[in-house]
T-cell receptor, first 115, second 114 residues
Framework: EDKVVQSPLSLVVHEGDTVTLNCSYE??????LLWYKQEKKAPTFLFMLTSSGIEKKSGRLSSILDKKELFSILNITATQTGDSAIYLC???????????????FGAGTQVVVTP | DGGITQSPKYLFRKEGQNVTLSCEQNLNHDAMYWYRQDPGQGLRLIYYSQIVNDFQKGDIAEGYSVSREKKESFPLTVTSAQKNPTAFYLC?????????????FGPGTRLTVL
């Protein structure tokens, strides 16, 4: 059965700390791994990772994919209170009859950044 | 501005009633998706449609129905057969033109059964 597992489920850090979020996946017909940030509303896109070992960065956030070990990590450095959110990872898989594929989501990691 | 709209933002339903959630996109995206999110859980796929007049069941389709008569619209009906419909419902779309084919999400509809 296809599944995406995120860890930890929640964590609390102080402003300025570095956070590492984990996402492992077991998905057939895997195409890409996506990260989203959700703040009490719709998820907003952060990264899409397709190739192994290539880090993607956006400001204080970065992410990397390991397709051999089937996991991805999302790093947030110098955290700020505005980083408090649920971080979702999802694997994009494309079946033989799909044109655009489907996303299989993990349960998310709740991050709380305290002042 | 291009985007996905969902209405209503909040919806209250009495037990035994059918309700329809609206999802419209003007991104010219081919594929559209409906997800359900419960507290402490990720998003679960209800239905999706890759082209007009065609749709497939997701992981939790029981008690829901959809239609895709127009490319821009993908309404979701929550029927009385859905035993636990209180949740946050998200519509998404994907298609050519996205930066990396990431899914774009609408703002969501929060459904509460009274």
């Amino acid at each position: 059965e296809d599944k995406v597992v995120q860890s930890p489920l929640s964590l609390v850090v102080h402003e300025g700390d570095t956070v590492t979020l984990n996402c492992s996946y077991e998905v057939t017909n895997f195409r890409s791994l996506l990260w989203y940030k959700q703040e009490k509303k719709a998820p907003t896109f952060l990264f899409m990772l397709t190739s192994s070992g290539i880090e993607k960065k956006s400001g204080r956030l970065s992410s990397i994919l390991d397709k051999k070990e089937l996991f991805s990590i999302l790093n947030i450095t110098a955290t700020q209170t505005g980083d408090s959110a649920i971080y979702l990872c999802a694997s994009l898989w494309v079946g033989t009859t799909d044109s655009w594929g489907k996303l299989q989501f993990g349960a998310g990691t709740q991050v709380v950044v305290t002042p | 501005d291009g985007g996905i709209t969902q209405s209503p933002k909040y919806l209250f339903r009495k037990e035994g009633q059918n309700v329809t959630l609206s999802c419209e996109q003007n991104l010219n995206h081919d594929a559209m998706y409906w997800y359900r999110q419960d507290p402490g859980q990720g998003l679960r796929l209800i239905y999706y449609s890759q082209i007009v007049n065609d749709f497939q069941k997701g992981d939790i389709a029981e008690g829901y129905s959809v239609s895709r008569e127009k490319k821009e619209s993908f309404p979701l009906t929550v029927t009385s057969a859905q035993k636990n419909p209180t949740a946050f419902y998200l519509c998404a779309s994907i298609g050519a033109g996205g930066v990396g084919n990431e899914q774009f999400f609408g703002p969501g509809t929060r459904l509460t059964v009274l």
